[in-house]
Each structure stands twice: as structure tokens, then as C-alpha cells.
């Protein structure tokens, strides 16, 4: 196999167009040969006991699988499976364009190469990873989700009995080299802790099976594996395909790979936003009851992949080297997501009449605290079982707006908030509160947890407020509210006199959404840009 990695590392060992020159990468389970058009991965002849490579029809029947897997990820960027032959005079060559001249040795998988300036931790590193790309990366992730594989067979990996058997595989595959990172009192906590976890809230991870919760999902959700292009395309290459189990799960245990590596990078704002928008497109804010959980295994996974390969005397030793130190980070960041984050959350209410701009305070509001947002519009939808878009407007104050039905979307409102709140998140509240008993409800939600409340009354001139909503009849909206329910609305909303002035902010939206921030950059607790756990 030595022969095999040296002679592909030759430009002539490519088919045409010959490439300039070849570079390797190199992980504990694959040889990566990079041209300048294309890619061919080849897997190393390796058996770790949660994956077997060891012979050449295990190594192909694994190529084929993750050109099928990848395929929905990252369409047109899989190319297919080519075998790689010796020729008669001894030389390893690919065989793309299928010579048939001499034997077939092994297989690889070919790829379109990718622009490695269009890398996610490229990107990150040069300070190009935003927040609304970490948006759109959460849509596409939520979307994913949303069409991904989920039956019978899938399900019981949900269950708390099988995610222990994973747990205790992670333990006692890096048991032997663990305290050389963490001391055996840190060591011991780590496992305690996520073995306590799983079985003090077994009802919570069971709820996720019985919810819809556990798909065939990616399994590797990695900055290094995802590319957004200049117009914000995003691919994301190379999910898990030697192994069943390590991709099916609950989806809030693939997307803790992707926060916990934005973590590990010294993001952990983006982090959060990235949970914070998936929560919203899925729905799914009770991620939020086990999402800890599960960045700390993801962290151990990671630790034990970069143990096993500083300890795998075949890899090159500035490799080996520079993963000791990630192991470390890893371990203490697997421990970290142990412990109570040192941000104390907050509870946000945002209110006002209807086109009053409270959406679009609430979503500035989620990037500078990095907060899910949780908004009555979505909620409706939700319990209504519609699409976001779909309009249910109908006559004032019947059937999906009746009385009845808004006292159920505001108690399932306080309930997501109360998972948030129960995680150590602060999270923001998006509704009208044209009642002081809605507003006393959201006060006293955040008074249970011991956090700050600030209640922010949007304002506009009641001409902008209409304007606003005529241009709403002619696009997508998730707001059912029109212009002719404003005077009545307006009529309906009930002063806000109730509240201490250090809780209640006057916010004029009619200005640039600078001049109308203004006030909260001085009001609220914002977490500074950056801000790493």
C-alpha cells in the first residue's frame, strides 16, 4: 500500500487531463490524492473496530455507499466509483476512463474538486463566515433533515439504551490514552455525566423517537466538510458511510457536530445562532433539552478520532503532532458542554401592534444575543399543521385567530421558551402582547428562572403600520395580518403602564434599523461579537 500511495501521488497516475501536480491529504482511513479539476479517495486497508476496510470488497462496496450518501448533500459532486489497477511494468495508476489493462488492486472514489477558499473553516479563519450565511447553512440543514430518511429501523437508534451503547464504545475506546488530556477526576466526570444524562432523562430522548426526531442524517457535520460559494451556494461533502449507526440519529445530534465545531473554533455566537435558526425552520425547539448532551459526545467522538490517529505510528508525525493538541481541546471542550454556560439568559418580549416592525427587532435582536427567537406566526402554523406561508386569515378573531386558538399558541410559545430558559439560553419572544396578562405571563416566565425581562414596545405612525401591511398582501409572508384588521387591532391593544420603566423599551421603527436600535445597545444584555464559551 506504500507503492500504491506513492505512485498515485504522480500526475501520470491521473487520467486526462493530467493534472499539474498532485497533493495528498491524509486522514487515519483514507489516502485524498487532489488534482487541479479532480479528487480520487482511496481507503486505507484499516479495521478500527467501528469500521473495516480490510479487504478490497469492503473498500469497494464503502466507495460505493458514499458516492449514493453524498449524492443528496452534494448532487454532481460525486462522480462515481473507478478502480485503481497496476499496470504490467508495476506501476499503480487510476483507471478512470476503465483501460482494463492489468490488474484491478483497489477503488476510489472520484470527485469534482471544490475551491478550497470556499471551505467553511477557510472561511471562518479569514473572517468571511457570517451570520447570515450560518442562516442560510441552517436552512439548508433543516431541509435536509426535513426530507431525510426516518422509519422503523431508524428510530430505534433514538433509543436511550443503543445512544449508551455509543457512549460507553466512545469510553472505552479512549480509555487507554484519555488521561493523557484530562486528569482521571475530569476523566471520570466526563463519563458520569453523559451516562447520568441519558439516564435521567430518558423520557426527553424517548419523546424525540415518538416525535419524528431520529433520521438518516449526515453524521460528520463539519466546517471542513462544507463549501458556500460566492452566490451562497452550500455543498457539504463526505457524511458517514461506513458505518449505519454513526449516521442514523436524532437530528439535534447531527447539528451539535456543526455547533460544537463552530465551538472548537472559538465561535461558539455562531454556535448558537446556528442552533437558533434550525430550532425556528424546524420547529424544533425542544433540540434544545438535549443539544448539550450531544456536543459534548460529539466533542468525545472527535477527541477519540485525533487520539487514535497521534497514537497510529503509519501517520506522518507533524500530523500526529499537531493532533495532540486538538485532542486536548476536544476532551476539555467535551467537558465543558458538562457544565452550565457562564452567560446568564435573559427573556426578551417583543410586542406592538400589527406591522409595528416586531420581526424584524426580533431577528436583529437574535444575532446580537444569539437567541432562538420564538414567534406566534410560526407557532400558529405549527399547531395548525400548514405550511409557514400558508394564509389561515379569515374573519377578526375567529377560527384560527378565535380566542381560543391564540391562548393555545401562546401557552406552546411559553413552553419552548421554558425549554430555552432551562438549557442557561436566553430567548426572545415574538408576538403582539396586546394584553397586559400576556405580558405579566412573559414576565413572570422569566421571574421563574431567576433572569432579566425586558419588554420592547415596537411603535411606528399608524400610516407606516398600513403602508407596511399593503405591500404584505402581495408577497410570501408568514403574518396573516392585513390592513384591514389594523384600526381594530390597534383598538384592542391594551396600554402598556404595568411595567417597571427599567423592563419596558420604546423602540420607533418608522427610522433606519440603526436609529432604531439604539436604545437597546444601552438596555440589554448583549453578548459582545465573538464571544467564545
Same mark, same amino acid.
Request: aromatic share 10%.
Given at each position: 500500500?506504500?507503492?500504491?500511495?506513492?505512485?498515485?501521488?504522480?500526475?501520470?497516475?491521473?487520467?486526462?487531463?493530467?493534472?499539474?501536480?498532485?497533493?495528498?491529504?491524509?486522514?487515519?482511513?483514507?489516502?485524498?490524492?487532489?488534482?487541479?479539476?479532480?479528487?480520487?479517495?482511496?481507503?486505507?486497508?484499516?479495521?478500527?473496530?467501528?469500521?473495516?476496510?480490510?479487504?478490497?470488497?469492503?473498500?469497494?462496496?464503502?466507495?460505493?455507499?458514499?458516492?449514493?450518501?453524498?449524492?443528496?448533500?452534494?448532487?454532481?459532486?460525486?462522480?462515481?466509483?473507478?478502480?485503481?489497477?497496476?499496470?504490467?511494468?508495476? #506501476?499503480?495508476?487510476?483507471?478512470?476512463?476503465?483501460?482494463?489493462?492489468?490488474?484491478?488492486?483497489?477503488?476510489?472514489?472520484?470527485?469534482?474538486?471544490?475551491?478550497?477558499?470556499?471551505?467553511?473553516?477557510?472561511?471562518?479563519?479569514?473572517?468571511?463566515?457570517? +451570520?447570515?450565511?450560518?442562516?442560510?447553512?441552517?436552512?439548508?440543514?433543516?431541509?435536509?433533515?426535513?426530507?431525510?430518511?426516518?422509519?422503523?429501523?431508524?428510530?430505534?437508534?433514538?433509543?436511550?439504551?443503543?445512544?449508551?451503547?455509543?457512549?460507553?464504545?466512545?469510553?472505552?475506546?479512549?480509555?487507554?490514552?484519555?488521561?493523557?488530556?484530562?486528569?482521571?477526576?475530569?476523566?471520570?466526570?466526563?463519563?458520569?455525566?453523559?451516562?447520568?444524562?441519558?439516564?435521567?432523562?430518558?423520557?426527553?430522548?424517548?419523546?424525540?423517537?415518538?416525535?419524528?426526531? !431520529?433520521?438518516? =442524517?449526515?453524521?460528520?457535520?463539519?466546517?471542513?466538510?462544507?463549501? !458556500?460559494?460566492?452566490?451562497?451556494?452550500?455543498?457539504?461533502?463526505?457524511?458517514?458511510?461506513? %458505518?449505519?449507526?454513526?449516521?442514523?440519529?436524532?437530528?439535534?445530534?447531527?447539528?451539535?457536530?456543526?455547533?460544537?465545531?463552530?465551538?472548537?473554533? =472559538?465561535?461558539?455566537?455562531?454556535?448558537?445562532?446556528?442552533?437558533?435558526?434550525?430550532?425556528?425552520?424546524? %420547529?424544533?425547539? %425542544?433540540?434544545?433539552?438535549?443539544?448539550?448532551?450531544?456536543?459534548?459526545?460529539?466533542?468525545?467522538?472527535?477527541?477519540?478520532?485525533?487520539?487514535?490517529?497521534?497514537?497510529?505510528?503509519?501517520?506522518?508525525?507533524?500530523?500526529?503532532?499537531?493532533?495532540?493538541?486538538?485532542?486536548?481541546?476536544?476532551?476539555? *471542550?467535551?467537558?465543558?458542554?458538562?457544565?452550565?454556560?457562564?452567560?446568564?439568559?435573559?427573556?426578551?418580549?417583543? =410586542? =406592538?401592534?400589527?406591522?409595528?416592525?416586531?420581526?424584524?427587532?426580533?431577528?436583529?435582536?437574535?444575532?446580537?444575543?444569539?437567541?432562538?427567537?420564538?414567534?406566534?406566526?410560526?407557532?400558529?402554523?405549527? *399547531?395548525?399543521?400548514?405550511?409557514?406561508?400558508?394564509?389561515?386569515?379569515?374573519?377578526?378573531?375567529?377560527?384560527?385567530?378565535?380566542?381560543?386558538?391564540?391562548?393555545?399558541?401562546?401557552?406552546?410559545? +411559553?413552553?419552548?421558551?421554558?425549554?430555552?430558559?432551562?438549557?442557561?439560553?436566553?430567548?426572545? *419572544?415574538?408576538?403582539?402582547?396586546?394584553?397586559?396578562?400576556?405580558?405579566?405571563?412573559?414576565?413572570?416566565?422569566?421571574?421563574?428562572?431567576?433572569?432579566?425581562?425586558?419588554?420592547?414596545?415596537?411603535?411606528?405612525?399608524?400610516? !407606516?403600520?398600513?403602508?407596511?401591511?399593503?405591500?404584505?398582501?402581495?408577497?410570501?409572508?408568514?403574518?396573516?395580518?392585513? #390592513?384591514?384588521?389594523?384600526?381594530?387591532?390597534?383598538?384592542?391593544?391594551?396600554?402598556?403602564?404595568?411595567?417597571?420603566?427599567?423592563?419596558?423599551?420604546?423602540?420607533?421603527?418608522?427610522?433606519?434599523?440603526?436609529?432604531?436600535?439604539?436604545?437597546? %445597545?444601552?438596555?440589554?444584555?448583549?453578548?459582545?461579537?465573538?464571544?467564545?464559551?
Amino acid at each position: 500500500m506504500s507503492e500504491l500511495k506513492d505512485d498515485l501521488q504522480s500526475p501520470r497516475a491521473f487520467p486526462s487531463p493530467i493534472p499539474a501536480r498532485v497533493d495528498l491529504a491524509e486522514t487515519h482511513i483514507s489516502w485524498v490524492f487532489l488534482g487541479e479539476r479532480e479528487v480520487f479517495k482511496v481507503k486505507k486497508p484499516v479495521n478500527l473496530g467501528f469500521l473495516d476496510f480490510s479487504t478490497i470488497d469492503r473498500r469497494k462496496g464503502a466507495c460505493e455507499a458514499e458516492v449514493a450518501l453524498n449524492a443528496r448533500m452534494a448532487p454532481g459532486i460525486y462522480l462515481g466509483v473507478v478502480p485503481v489497477r497496476k499496470s504490467p511494468a508495476g #506501476a499503480y495508476f487510476i483507471d478512470a476512463a476503465g483501460s482494463g489493462a492489468g490488474e484491478i488492486v483497489d477503488w476510489a472514489v472520484r470527485m469534482r474538486r471544490l475551491p478550497e477558499a470556499n471551505r467553511a473553516d477557510v472561511l471562518l479563519s479569514e473572517g468571511k463566515l457570517d +451570520f447570515p450565511q450560518v442562516a442560510r447553512l441552517a436552512s439548508k440543514i433543516a431541509e435536509f433533515h426535513a426530507h431525510a430518511r426516518a422509519d422503523a429501523e431508524i428510530s430505534r437508534f433514538g433509543d436511550p439504551q443503543l445512544i449508551e451503547f455509543n457512549i460507553r464504545e466512545n469510553f472505552d475506546q479512549t480509555r487507554s490514552f484519555i488521561q493523557t488530556y484530562l486528569s482521571a477526576e475530569e476523566a471520570e466526570e466526563l463519563e458520569n455525566w453523559q451516562l447520568s444524562f441519558l439516564r435521567q432523562n430518558s423520557e426527553v430522548f424517548q419523546a424525540r423517537v415518538r416525535d419524528g426526531h !431520529i433520521r438518516d =442524517g449526515h453524521g460528520d457535520l463539519r466546517l471542513q466538510q462544507i463549501y !458556500i460559494g460566492p452566490e451562497g451556494q452550500i455543498v457539504v461533502l463526505d457524511c458517514i458511510e461506513f %458505518n449505519d449507526r454513526f449516521r442514523y440519529g436524532d437530528v439535534a445530534s447531527d447539528l451539535a457536530f456543526l455547533s460544537m465545531d463552530l465551538a472548537f473554533h =472559538g465561535r461558539a455566537d455562531l454556535a448558537e445562532h446556528l442552533l437558533a435558526r434550525y430550532a425556528r425552520e424546524m %420547529n424544533d425547539f %425542544n433540540l434544545f433539552s438535549v443539544v448539550d448532551f450531544y456536543e459534548s459526545y460529539r466533542a468525545h467522538v472527535r477527541a477519540k478520532v485525533a487520539g487514535l490517529i497521534t497514537h497510529d505510528s503509519g501517520i506522518p508525525y507533524p500530523i500526529r503532532s499537531q493532533v495532540r493538541h486538538e485532542a486536548r481541546h476536544y476532551f476539555l *471542550l467535551a467537558l465543558a458542554f458538562c457544565r452550565r454556560s457562564l452567560i446568564h439568559p435573559a427573556v426578551i418580549a417583543i =410586542g =406592538g401592534t400589527l406591522a409595528s416592525g416586531k420581526s424584524t427587532i426580533a431577528d436583529w435582536m437574535g444575532e446580537r444575543l444569539s437567541a432562538p427567537i420564538i414567534d406566534a406566526d410560526r407557532t400558529r402554523k405549527h *399547531l395548525l399543521g400548514v405550511a409557514p406561508t400558508r394564509f389561515v386569515g379569515g374573519p377578526k378573531w375567529k377560527g384560527a385567530y378565535s380566542l381560543a386558538m391564540t391562548k393555545k399558541v401562546y401557552d406552546e410559545l +411559553f413552553r419552548r421558551a421554558e425549554v430555552i430558559l432551562d438549557s442557561g439560553r436566553s430567548v426572545i *419572544l415574538d408576538a403582539s402582547f396586546r394584553s397586559a396578562k400576556l405580558r405579566k405571563l412573559a414576565r413572570e416566565l422569566a421571574r421563574a428562572h431567576q433572569a432579566p425581562f425586558r419588554f420592547i414596545e415596537c411603535t411606528a405612525p399608524t400610516s !407606516i403600520c398600513h403602508e407596511r401591511l399593503l405591500k404584505r398582501e402581495h408577497q410570501s409572508s408568514i403574518s396573516d395580518a392585513r #390592513a384591514g384588521l389594523l384600526d381594530s387591532f390597534s383598538k384592542n391593544f391594551e396600554p402598556i403602564n404595568e411595567l417597571p420603566p427599567d423592563e419596558h423599551v420604546v423602540l420607533d421603527t418608522s427610522q433606519s434599523i440603526e436609529a432604531s436600535t439604539r436604545p437597546l %445597545n444601552e438596555r440589554l444584555p448583549l453578548w459582545p461579537p465573538g464571544f467564545a464559551a
